[in-house]
């Protein structure tokens, strides 16, 4: 059982440069998560969708898109890369509000 | 403004030995508080899930208290191993799709 899947583990990116960060589970879960973790700081919610077709902003949604056409998929997209967008980026999805979240191993990516 | 402090933010003991960690919190309205652990490079693991009736779980050796009144959590690590060696996560969610995560506590198990 592969849980969450996050790709890829590491990535550099250039100022301006744009990437999709891409996150699946196979728990049939109806809520996704993106979350954000700074060094020092606590997670931050990007994005979040409550079932395929519906997604809505965090407390963080700026510079950042997502889409959720199938249950299993939820990519994150950074249109023009910032310095300010370096941070270890994770994946996580729960079978309902309030329920177990579960992560994946994350994403760090560093904007020079 | 929502806000759950951790303390201590870093924490050092022996192999064998018991510790605490604690989690203050201003979420309001309050749903549920859980505890991850967080091992380096990876993503959180949930531990366990307190709701506002619920006073003590646990987990194996983890064992978490909740004071709903003074909004006040603490996680009891008995026993520890090296494994234990983590970050661990306090978070509390309150209304629709409101979590507030800790910045964690970083533990260190040394043999």
């Known amino acids: 059982n592969a849980g969450v899947t996050q790709t890829p583990k590491f990535r550099i990116l250039k100022i301006g440069q744009s990437m999709t960060l891409q996150c699946t589970q196979d728990?049939?879960?109806?809520?996704m998560y993106w979350y954000r973790q700074d060094p020092g700081m606590g997670l931050k919610l990007i994005y979040y969708s409550v079932g395929a077709g519906i997604t809505d902003k965090g407390e963080v949604p700026n510079g950042y898109n997502v889409s959720r056409s199938t249950t299993e998929d939820f990519p994150l997209r950074l249109e023009l890369a910032a310095p300010s967008q370096t941070s270890v980026y994770f994946c996580?999805?729960?079978?309902?509000?309030?329920?177990?979240?579960?992560f994946g191993q994350g994403t760090r990516l560093t904007v020079v | 403004k929502n806000q759950v402090e951790q303390s201590p933010q870093s924490l050092i003991i022996l192999e064998g030995k018991n510790c605490t960690l604690q989690?203050?919190?201003?979420?309001?309205?309050?749903?549920?508080l859980r505890w991850y652990k967080q091992d380096t490079g990876r993503g959180p693991v949930s531990l366990t899930i307190?709701?506002?009736?619920?006073n003590t779980k646990s987990n194996g050796r983890y064992t978490a208290t909740l004071d709903a009144d003074t909004k006040q959590s603490s996680l009891h690590i008995t026993a520890s191993q090296l494994s234990d060696s983590a970050s661990y996560i306090c978070v509390v969610a309150g209304g629709y799709q409101k979590v507030t995560f800790g910045t964690g506590t970083k533990l260190q198990v040394i043999p």
């Open positions: 989690c203050n919190y201003t979420v309001s309205p309050f749903s549920n």
């Open positions: 307190m709701t506002f009736s619920e």
């Open positions: 996580a999805s729960s079978y309902s509000q309030g329920l177990e979240a579960f």
């Open positions: 728990m049939n879960h109806n809520y």
